[in-house]
Each structure stands twice: as structure tokens, then as C-alpha cells.
């Protein structure tokens, strides 16, 4: 294609037919105009500037993990295992409802307890927001096809402590991304998942094993780590002080990306906003782990552990029957995420967090 004409579609968002999309999982082919169409919509394209960690990225530039790249990676997964065209779309769309900065809107508009997931509570609605009811239409299909929830999809969803490719989709990529596993043991794993009739299995244990380390380490590493919980509490406080002040709506969460309100927040004029700033890039630093008896605040996340069942001589066994350490090492990752952690924080960023909390 020539660069004049790669340009005019690109202008007019026109959608490539077929389209060739080069993931970690390897080349896969699109012909169907309903997922083009779709990964060429604003949502989809909104997602390429929505980082899947949050607001991590500003700690660490060399982590540019986005909502686009899950979504894609989702989608050819989805191909690889035999999904129909309904819950390849669903799949697809599963996460263009995250607000920026992905889940801090939990702590934004949620409980604020890291358990929530606020775009799942919004996906329908965000959706025919942003036009793709309309698209969906064009094709016949209505907007609860896009319903990722849908205990039908159950190759994309199944709930804890199951194996599904939403899961194993974020677990293979940021382990990749993380340096826990190398391109080699990626496919080494895929290779041994299988899904029969509603359950998702491995047929080799050492590749059962090795994903089970990889989730083990992003849930302690990253998901549930104290610093990673803070900085969600940290950065809603500053997104309900710039909605307070008027830099910034809350609608810029739903429908902004995150560098340009990133940008906005910081041109808030305030000195506990300042603080805030300070505390966020000096996270490991700024608080000290305490107990129920001396604390300010408590954080806790979601529990992202599965289970996974393994195939040996014929019958499927949990892996947790089958590797005692991968059942310590289960149990102990549950207690941190049931327990969270207690934190004494310095006293302006406990009151920083305080008064934008009660504020909201």
C-alpha cells in the first residue's frame, strides 16, 4: 500500500481489508468487517492510550503495556481456541469501558476497596456512548452481544478460581513483559492449555507450574503489592481534587486518555495536590508497612490467583493437589489479598487523602 493511500485511510478512518495483526502469540489474519470495523472504531483506537497498568507508566516510562494490546492479544486468542464471532467481539470490546488511568477509576467512582471493577458496571451503557451500538447495528447485532459478562462466553470469562483468556491473556503478557518468562516459554505454556467443554486445562504440569509462578509474581509483584494500592488511592485523590477545582470533569476520566489528563491534573494549583505529586513518585518510599494498632490507612486488592486444573493420567487435578508449594504459595497470596495491607503514611498525605476522600 502506498504511504499517499495508507494516509487517506488513515484521516478518514476508513478500516484495511483483510487485516494482519502481529502479536506475541503470532500473525493472525482478520476478514470478518464486523471486528475490523471495530478495531478501527474511536474505542478501540482510545485504547492504545490506556495503559493497562495505570499510572504506573509515570513511575516507570519503560512500562507501556496498554488496554489495546490486552484486547488484541484477547481477541486472537479467542481465534487460536475456536471462539464464535459473538464472543470474539466481546471479547475484543471487553475493556474499552476503562477509564484512564484503567483501574484507578475503581478507587474514582467505586469502593475504593481494589475489588471492584467499575467498567464492567458501565460496559453496556459506554458502549452506545461511543457508537458502537451503531456499529454493532450496521453488522445486525445488538449491544448486549458486546455483553462480556455473558456466561455463555466461557472460552473469554469464567469466575475464580478458573482458568479463562481475559486471565490467561494479562498473565502471559505481563510475565513476558516483566522478564518472568522469555517468547519460548510463552508458547511452551499455550501449547499445553486446553479447553474442552466449558473447562480450561494443561496438559503438561511444568507448563501448569511455570504459569502458575508467573501469576504468583504479578499478584505479589505488582497487583497487590502495598505501593501499587496506594498509588491508586493516591492518584483518585488528585482526580476528585482537580473535578473539585474544575481543571478536570469526572467525564474526562470516562472519555479522556491518560497522558492528556495527566497533564491536566498537574497544572492543579494546590499544595497538598503538590504533596500528593511528591508522595506518588516517591511510592516505595513513602509509606512504612504498620499493623491494626498504628495505621492510617488501609489498602487491598483483588485476589487474581487461579487454580488451574492439570491432566495426568487421564483425570483432571487441580494444581494445588497435585503441587504442594503452589498450594502454600495460593494460600498465602489469599491472605494478603483478604488481610491488604496496613500503611502509616506521612501526616499531609494522610490528610491529603482524607479530605479529597471525603470531598467525593
Known amino acids: 500500500m502506498n504511504k499517499k493511500l495508507l494516509l487517506i485511510l488513515i484521516f478518514f478512518n476508513f478500516s484495511v481489508y483483510p487485516l494482519t495483526l502481529d502479536t506475541i502469540y503470532g500473525e493472525f489474519e482478520i476478514t470478518e468487517p464486523v471486528l475490523i470495523d471495530l478495531i478501527y472504531s474511536h474505542g478501540m483506537q482510545r485504547l492504545k492510550l490506556i495503559r493497562q497498568y495505570g499510572p504506573f507508566h509515570y513511575i516507570d516510562r519503560s512500562q507501556n503495556y496498554t488496554r489495546y494490546t490486552h484486547s488484541i492479544g484477547v ?4 481465534r487460536k481456541y475456536g471462539a464464535g464471532i459473538e464472543e470474539q ?7 474499552v469501558s476503562h477509564t484512564a488511568f484503567s483501574h484507578t477509576g475503581d478507587w474514582v467512582f467505586g469502593d ?17 456512548q461511543i457508537g458502537i451500538d451503531r456499529i454493532l447495528a450496521h453488522y445486525h447485532y445488538e449491544l448486549e452481544v458486546a455483553d462480556h459478562k455473558n456466561p455463555a462466553y466461557q472460552l473469554l470469562e469464567q469466575p475464580y478460581p478458573e482458568l479463562c483468556i481475559d486471565r490467561i491473556e494479562y498473565n502471559l503478557q505481563g510475565a513476558l513483559l516483566e522478564g518472568y518468562i522469555d517468547h519460548a516459554q510463552l508458547i511452551h505454556i499455550l501449547n499445553a492449555l ?17 504459569f502458575a509462578q508467573c501469576m504468583i509474581q504479578l499478584n505479589e509483584n505488582l ?7 496506594l498509588m491508586n488511592h493516591i492518584v483518585a485523590g488528585i482526580v476528585h481534587k482537580g473535578a473539585q477545582c474544575g481543571v478536570i470533569t469526572y467525564d474526562d476520566m470516562h472519555f479522556s486518555v491518560d497522558d492528556s489528563l495527566w497533564y491536566q491534573l498537574n497544572t492543579i494549583n494546590d499544595e497538598l495536590v503538590a504533596h500528593a505529586f511528591n508522595a506518588f513518585f516517591t511510592i516505595t518510599d513513602v509509606y512504612e508497612l504498620t499493623d491494626q494498632t498504628d495505621y492510617n490507612l488501609h489498602v487491598s486488592g483483588k485476589f487474581r490467583l487461579a487454580d488451574p486444573w492439570v491432566l495426568m493420567d487421564g483425570q483432571l487435578q487441580r494444581l494445588s493437589i497435585l503441587d504442594t508449594n503452589f498450594y502454600a504459595e495460593y494460600q498465602r497470596i489469599k491472605q494478603i489479598a483478604q488481610h491488604g495491607w496496613y500503611l502509616k503514611l506521612p501526616p499531609s498525605l494522610s490528610h491529603f487523602l482524607q479530605v479529597t476522600t471525603a470531598a467525593s
Open 89 to 95: 467481539i466481546a471479547g475484543l470490546l471487553h475493556d
Open 75 to 78: 481477541l486472537v486468542l479467542l
Open 223 to 229: 497487583w497487590l503489592s502495598p505501593w501499587n494500592l
Open 194 to 210: 486446553t479447553y474442552r467443554e466449558g473447562t480450561w486445562f494443561f496438559t503438561d504440569l511444568s507448563a501448569a507450574q511455570l
Open 112 to 128: 475504593g476497596d481494589g475489588v471492584s471493577s467499575y467498567q464492567d458496571d458501565i460496559h453496556l451503557w459506554y458502549l452506545s
